[in-house]
């Protein structure tokens, strides 16, 4: 099944960040950062299908050759920034849906970058790279100038970077709503490749809870500790939230269970005559954690009962939980 997934994040100098190692990694190339002297070779990396520059249209007939070299281009990002704080790119990392075809994977990157591209007038770099350990984990980063691109190189700073003061003087909405309406425009555009390849699934940006659906999403690791474990070591904040999530699924059933599942209540023997003179015995309340078990028992039934036909090989394999940010 199609997986929904965009995070945004900025490169910045404050917290050591810089535009050449984060391009040079993404797009498996070997470049120098003038300003720093560092070089950043990712030359020998595997799993980089595509990767692509994406600029403005309104500067197609100007000569912006030395932007659509991409050390040339991110050496001048970074030349462009004087701050020791400074913000030098925003990347966009998406899942693509492997139901689709490499063709249309790419159509679709492409098309959303120009959407950004045309929005923003910043110049944009993608690379899609394809899974490492699940299938299913295609997805692309789109690496974003903080500045507006033109003819004479870098202008100001884009609407995306500015604090919600001057949006709002500038008469834009707060970030988050840009942000959400950013979120919302991939998912149509995914959604529209889709259905034009005439495939049946769908994703959706909204919250589990904005869609009316009641389960406990999936298990996010820290990106330090999925690292961690992926070289084979034990991480105890890892078992921690393992432990927790489960503890929260767990929890998330049995309060279902008692809501929408009719407690069996145990069988009374046939009451016999009362002697005179002879109390009736008052049958003990049953427990909380017994009434709980039967709930759940009850549910776990009914669901059994309603149960699909089985699924096959290849539905079972699309339903593992993917990683996608890795």
Do not use: C
């Not at 190339?29 to 720093?36: A, G, K, L, N």
């Not at 145990?266 to 009362?274: C, D, M, S």
């Amino acid at each position: 099944m199609a997986v929904y997934f965009l995070n945004m994040k900025t490169f910045g100098r404050a917290n050591g960040s810089s535009a050449i190692s984060a391009i040079a990694y993404r797009s498996g190339e070997r470049i120098r950062d003038e300003r720093t002297g560092r070089i950043h070779d990712h030359s020998g990396r595997a799993g980089v299908i595509n990767k692509e520059i994406v600029l403005p249209g309104k500067l197609a007939d100007t000569d912006l050759s030395w932007a659509k070299d991409r050390a040339t281009l991110w050496n001048a990002v970074e030349a462009a920034e004087s701050r020791s704080n400074a913000r030098v790119a925003r990347e966009f990392l998406v899942a693509l849906p492997a139901e689709l075809t490499p063709e249309q994977r790419l159509g679709l990157v492409r098309d959303y970058s120009r959407e950004l591209v045309e929005r923003y007038q910043f110049a944009l770099d993608f690379a899609i790279h394809e899974p490492r350990t699940d299938p299913r984990n295609y997805h692309a980063h789109l690496l974003a100038t903080t500045r507006e691109i033109n003819s004479a190189g870098f202008g100001a700073k884009t609407t995306l970077e500015l604090n919600d003061t001057n949006r709002m003087h500038r008469g834009l909405p707060p970030f988050f709503q840009e942000l959400a309406e950013t979120r919302a425009r991939w998912a149509n555009m995914a959604n529209a490749a889709l259905r034009d390849a005439q495939l049946p699934v769908r994703v959706d940006h909204r919250s589990l809870a904005a869609q009316g659906i009641d389960r406990e999403p999936g298990l996010r690791l820290p990106r330090a500790i999925y690292e961690m474990e992926r070289r084979g070591e034990r991480n105890d904040l890892a078992e921690r939230l393992r432990a927790e999530h489960e503890t929260r699924v767990q929890e998330r059933l049995e309060r279902a269970a008692a809501q929408l599942a009719p407690v069996a209540l145990p069988l009374v023997p046939a009451a016999r005559p009362i002697a005179n003179g002879e109390r009736a015995a008052i049958p003990a309340a049953q427990s909380l954690e017994e009434t709980r078990r039967q709930a759940r028992e009850n549910w776990l039934r009914l669901r059994q009962a309603q149960a699909a036909p089985a699924p096959t090989a290849g539905d079972a394999a699309r339903t593992r939980d993917d990683d996608l940010s890795r």
